[in-house]
């Protein structure tokens, strides 16, 4: 409107004021739409920051790894690789992870990770976890 008035004032016609702001309109919502869809990928794609990923990270590689085996290839609980995960059920790994195994030497860790941190976890897991660095 502000703009509209200042082009009016500045001795534009009506036609081009009208034009002027219906295309001004277009792009400001193209420009908004646009924002919003890249602001909902940045959250579902930063929702965990680079410090928690990397305490995640060694987590795994040392808590995780004391019963998985430090490169995740075995111990007492089974091989955490890529390869070794291929046709697990993401959903499963989950809760596994955060609920543990009864009658098993596997524990909840849900107290100390949640539902975002756990995902985040599995989709290393299923790509190839990360060296702890």
Same mark, same amino acid.
């Given at each position: *409107? !502000? *703009?509209?008035? /200042? !082009? ?5 016609? #009506?036609? @081009?004021?009208? $034009? @002027?702001?219906? $295309?001004?309109?277009?792009? *400001?919502?193209?420009? @908004?739409?646009?924002?919003?869809? @890249? ?6 794609? /930063?929702? $965990?920051?680079?410090?928690?990923? /990397?305490?995640? $990270? ?13 490169? =995740?290839?075995?111990? =007492? ?7 070794? !995960?291929?046709?697990?059920? #993401?959903?499963? =790994?989950?809760?596994? %992870? ?5 009658? /098993? ?15 985040? %976890?599995?989709?290393? !897991? *299923? ?7």
């Amino acid at each position: *409107m !502000l *703009m509209t008035s /200042t !082009l009016t004032k500045r001795g534009a016609s #009506p036609a @081009f004021v009208m $034009i @002027f702001s219906t $295309i001004f309109s277009s792009v *400001m919502s193209v420009v @908004f739409i646009t924002c919003v869809a @890249f602001s909902n990928t940045a959250v579902a794609d /930063t929702g $965990i920051s680079h410090e928690r990923k /990397t305490a995640l $990270i060694k987590l795994v590689r040392n808590d995780c790894g004391s019963c998985h085996g430090m490169t =995740l290839k075995g111990g =007492l609980g089974p091989e955490l690789s890529a390869e070794s !995960l291929h046709n697990s059920d #993401p959903e499963s =790994l989950r809760e596994t %992870i955060l609920h543990g195994r009864t009658d /098993t030497a596997m524990p909840p860790w849900s107290a100390f990770i949640n539902g975002a941190e756990a995902d985040w %976890i599995v989709e290393q !897991l *299923m790509k190839g976890f990360p060296d702890a660095h």
